[in-house]
């Protein structure tokens, strides 16, 4: 996977924020991107609000996304 | 948590009314996955098929909790999976219970309840109660 990450990152608030900025992340050029993914280990947030509860989740494995013309 | 926007149609969206609207305009996506999460404890498997996404969960339990304490509410990630030509199959112990988003079909339960585009199986809870891995 390659991914430029230095272009002004904008704090993200809201989770369709978020959303959108993953999808022209995954999309942007058409490309099919591929993470692999080693043992990673994510705190997730319940909300983007104040004093959100974390969920811890583990992941192991490949996802390849890549875009296709709608039906 | 940081992004970066290239959006085409002015500022980000913020409510998932104009995430919808947005993601409208944009192609559909295919998923290819082969991954195993660990959930808060519990074990899951994903796998993708293009356009199908299937969560297999080791109980009942870890369903409703996925439910329950997941960073998105159901109907707005049916929701969102929907708009972008995706669907969600979620199993427990290889049963299918419910599918979310693009193929799902809403059943007159899940319509009542206000669901969305999610598809109840009536009979996967009861399956995967009486399932045993093989």
Same mark, same amino acid.
């Given at each position: 996977m390659s991914?430029? @990450? *230095?272009? %002004?990152? /904008?704090?993200?608030?809201?989770?369709p924020e978020l959303a959108i900025g993953l &999808?022209? $992340?995954l999309t942007g050029r058409n !490309?099919?991107?591929t993470y692999?993914?080693?043992? @990673?280990? =994510?705190?997730?947030p319940s909300t983007t609000g104040?004093?959100?509860e974390y969920a811890y989740w583990r992941v192991d494995g490949t996802l390849t =996304?890549? !875009? $296709?013309e709608k039906e | 948590m940081t992004t970066t926007q290239s959006i085409p149609n002015g500022d980000p969206p913020e409510t998932l009314a104009e995430l919808l609207d947005d993601l409208e305009q944009r192609r559909s996506l295919s998923v290819d996955a082969d991954l195993t999460v660990d959930l808060d404890g519990h074990t899951a498997s994903v796998v993708g098929y293009?356009?199908? #996404? !299937? #969560?297999?969960?080791? *109980? =009942? %339990? %870890? !369903?409703? %909790?996925? &439910? $329950? /304490?997941?960073p998105v509410? =159901?109907?707005d990630a049916a929701a969102v999976l929907s708009s972008v030509g995706l669907t969600a199959e979620i199993r427990v112990r290889g049963a299918p219970v419910a599918r979310l988003g693009d193929a799902a079909v809403p059943s007159r339960l899940a319509r009542y309840l206000g669901l969305g585009p999610v598809e109840l199986v009536p009979d996967g809870p009861l399956l995967a109660l009486t399932r045993r891995r093989g």
């Open positions: 991914q430029c @990450m *230095s272009d %002004a990152p /904008d704090e993200t608030t809201t989770w &999808y022209d $992340r !490309a099919e991107i692999e993914f080693e043992d @990673m280990e =994510v705190d997730v104040e004093d959100p =996304v890549k !875009a $296709r | 293009d356009d199908l #996404v !299937a #969560v297999d969960l080791p *109980s =009942v %339990a %870890a !369903a409703l %909790a996925l &439910y $329950r /304490d997941g509410p =159901v109907m």
